[in-house]
């Protein structure tokens, strides 16, 4: 995989978008679909926005390690599902991860600007897109500041030996910048699908979500950044984030949602719970 093919996916995406089926049905109105409580949401991200400060913190007073231990590691200290790596480094593929993680944090506002629905509830979507981010944020640089662990890079012999004992090779719990893209490309494809029901794009918007923060993962890992392990912990927080802050903001009141039947069969009664996320 090549950095171009990120840029043109881009492209395509982001020149569709405009031509996106901005006419829905007459019933739907794009202006009711979520909704901000500041009482909530306020402290919410105030406290994502602290927790990640604090989190920097703790990740700027991480040790280094000694020219020894770092000559010392072994791939059979890894786990084994986490050895696929061990010893890589690439700087290239590390330059290149830069690319979908920033297309990742610019995606929620591009499609804000391109589509008409999304443009009516823009002061509610950015300030969900910056709580999603604060959480992602929080979550990242809490774990990173407060659990030790070395990059794949430490356990090779052709990474410079300065790079190997610095402290920033110590932080390789979990992968931020995969997490950081999955909030931002699964966030602008639920924002879209929720203001957008009938759009033909919806599914493009779904793949384009699920590939973006994989193809970040992917240098990430080429790159001897992340292990496996990482990138999979950091691509599902992220996409949690992006999904769960605007479905917790719909206006849709919970018995809207839930839906009750009962439930025969030989030896048994119940009742069957349904949940319609939509």
């Keep these: 995989m090549k950095p171009v093919i990120n840029s043109c996916i881009a492209v395509l995406l982001f020149s569709n978008l405009s ?9 739907f109105d794009a202006k009711n679909v979520y909704k901000i409580s500041w009482k909530a949401d306020a402290p919410i991200t105030g406290a994502g926005l602290g927790l990640s400060v604090l989190g920097l913190h703790f990740i700027q007073n991480l040790d280094s390690i000694s ?4 000559l010392s590691k072994m791939k059979s ?22 690319i979908p993680f920033f297309t990742g944090f610019a995606t929620p506002v591009a499609v804000l600007l391109l589509n008409k629905n999304e443009r009516q509830q823009a ?35 052709n990474t410079p030996l300065s790079k190997r004992t610095s402290k920033n090779s110590q932080r390789s719990f979990y992968a931020g910048h995969t997490a950081a893209t999955a909030t931002g490309s699964f966030f602008a494809a639920k ?8 759009s033909k794009l919806k599914p493009y918007m779904w ?17 001897g950044e992340h292990f496996l392990s990482d990138n999979i912990l950091g691509y599902v927080l992220g996409a949690g984030c992006g999904i769960l802050v605007p479905q917790f903001h719909k206006t849709h009141k919970i018995s809207e949602r839930v839906s009750f039947s009962p439930a025969f069969g ?3 009664k119940g009742v069957n719970i349904a949940y319609n996320f939509k």
């Design 266 to 268: 030989e030896g048994f």
């Design 123 to 157: 002061g509610t979507i950015l300030v969900m897109y910056t709580e999603a981010l604060s959480i992602t944020a929080a979550l990242y640089t809490m774990s990173a500041g407060n659990i030790k662990r070395s990059r794949p890079l430490v356990y090779g012999t």
């Design 191 to 198: 924002v879209f699908s929720d203001l957008n029901p009938d």
């Design 77 to 98: 200290d890894v786990p084994g599902f986490d050895r696929g790596n061990v010893g890589y480094y690439s700087q290239k593929d590390n330059n290149a991860s830069y």
């Design 19 to 27: 031509f996106a089926q901005q006419n829905a049905l007459s019933s």
């Design 207 to 223: 793949a384009f979500a699920v590939i973006l923060p994989a193809v970040t993962g992917y240098y990430r890992y080429k790159a």
């Design 67 to 70: 020219s020894a231990e770092a």
